[in-house]
């Protein structure tokens, strides 16, 4: 027995998991999430607020991020999954495009889905040594 | 600015993960977590439930595990904060000690933290491909 319905949980995780391989986060986001979706980044980021509500918000932060960020390499662990929510680890190099500094980059995200839909999406960023 | 005071957070964080690289979990209960600890796994086992409530069952339930399992190897990979959360990437390799049976285990925590110490700790398991 599991503690909520683990089959719709776990197939929107496995094709969240499939276009994010794919590079195709904004397919995902149209297929996916919510028109009400909430995104709560772990901090706020050039103008944009840590927590944004809204599918048209979400698609502007990932536009934001196509247009300021080239992705050399990206790595997707995943997914792992406890009742209506998942989890995913995602690592990567980047490369600012206008300052060419590149960057590695690990996260953790965990996904809340109701109704067959991602209606929250969380970002844990990784604490670095001191 | 950020969501939520990260500090709290994040030395709690720091610590638990430094606890369980040693291998030293029951201390990490005993010092990180609240006496009104609640523990969410992904799915009722061997007679204990998925959702768990205080931290003696959670003393239990890392009990059963030790006696359950041998560890041969370990990874703790984080942590990664968001606000008043966190989240570890456990990797293991264990041993069953009464079938001898060997298994490799990837698991997603998130632990939310309140007043100084954890008082949610929810487990997600990897999913395998099909």
Known sequence: MTTAAPTATE????ELVEFCKAGRN??????LYS???ESIEPMDFDGMPAR???IDAIRKKNEWWYENFETNRHDV???YVNGEQFAVRYSFETTN?????????????????KDGKI???RFFNQVTDR
């Open 52 to 54: 944004m509500t809204g």
């Open 35 to 37: 028109p009400s979706i």
């Open 11 to 14: 197939s929107v995780a496995r």
């Open 77 to 79: 662990d995943g997914p």
């Open 119 to 121: 209606a929250q999406e």
């Open 97 to 113: 495009k206008k300052t060419r500094e590149r960057q590695q980059m690990n996260e953790i995200a965990v996904y809340t889905v």
């Open 26 to 31: 904004l397919d995902a986001i149209s297929k």
